[in-house]
C-alpha cells in the first residue's frame, strides 16, 4: 500500500481475540493510525427467520458483552482503544468514516465469513464505505489457500483430509501484536464515544450456571 496511509477502520466482527488477530496485526503493521470498530448489529437479536428463535440468547449476549469489554480494556493497556457502536455495520462503517475525514481513511479491514447473512453484510459494505476494502481469512486451523487442493474439491471422507493436510500442508504461525501499539489518534476521537444504548440480556433461566467468561485468555 501507499506510504501515505494514515488511517484504517479495522471492522472487529466474530474475532475478538487480539492475539492471533491477522487483521489488527496488518493495520497496526500498515497504518499511522488504527481504529478498532465493533458493531453491535442489531439483526443478531431478532428472531431467525424462519422459526423466530432468538439468534441470541442470555448466555451468548453475556458472553459477548465480556468479550468486547475485555478487548476495549487489552486495547487501552497498549495505548489504542475501541469504537463501539449500536447499528449495522455497512451503515456505521460509512458514518465513522465521515466522522474521521474519508480524505484521511484509506482502507476498511475485517475477517472474512462464511455463511449468507455475514456475506450479505460485507457486500453491502463494500457497496457502502467508499474506501478501500482488505479482508482477511481467519476462521480456520489450516488455511484455506494452504490445502494441497481446492476448496470444492475437499474430499468427501474425513480421513482423506487429515491425511492429505497433514503430509502436505503447515499450520501458519500466529499473529502478535506488540506491548504498544499505534493509537486511534486525534481523528478517532470524535469517533471513540459509545452509542448511547447497548443490548439488554435476556433474564437467565434459574437454576443454570454459566461457567464460560468472554473475553481472551490467552497468557
Not at 36 to 64: E, I, M, S, V, W
Not at 136 to 160: A, I
Request: hydrophobic share 30%; net charge positive.
Amino acid at each position: 500500500m501507499s506510504t501515505k496511509v494514515k488511517v484504517i477502520v479495522c471492522l472487529l466482527r466474530n474475532d475478538l481475540r487480539l492475539h492471533d488477530n491477522e487483521v489488527l496485526h496488518w493495520a497496526y503493521k500498515t497504518a499511522e493510525y488504527v481504529l478498532p470498530l465493533y458493531c453491535f448489529d442489531p439483526r443478531h437479536f431478532q428472531g431467525t427467520y424462519h422459526f423466530n428463535f432468538p439468534k441470541t440468547g442470555a448466555h451468548r449476549a453475556k458472553f459477548l458483552l465480556e468479550s468486547v469489554a475485555d478487548l476495549q480494556n487489552t486495547l487501552k493497556k497498549k495505548g489504542s482503544g475501541l469504537v463501539i457502536r449500536m447499528g449495522k455495520p455497512e451503515e456505521i462503517v460509512p458514518q465513522i468514516i465521515q466522522t474521521v475525514g474519508g480524505d484521511k481513511v484509506s482502507c476498511v479491514c475485517y475477517q472474512q465469513e462464511a455463511t449468507n447473512e455475514e456475506l450479505d453484510v460485507e457486500s453491502g459494505l463494500q457497496k457502502s464505505c467508499g474506501v478501500k476494502v482488505q479482508t482477511f481469512w481467519g476462521h480456520t486451523l489450516y488455511h484455506r489457500d494452504d490445502l494441497p487442493y481446492k476448496v470444492e474439491h475437499l474430499p468427501d471422507v474425513y480421513t482423506q483430509f487429515r491425511k492429505s493436510v497433514e503430509s502436505q500442508s503447515r499450520v501458519r504461525k500466529s499473529f502478535t501484536l506488540p506491548d504498544l501499539v499505534r493509537p486511534l489518534g486525534a481523528e478517532g476521537g470524535g469517533a471513540g464515544r459509545k452509542g448511547s444504548s447497548e443490548p439488554t440480556t435476556q433474564k437467565q433461566n434459574r437454576g443454570i450456571d454459566f461457567y464460560f467468561k468472554g473475553g481472551s485468555h490467552h497468557k
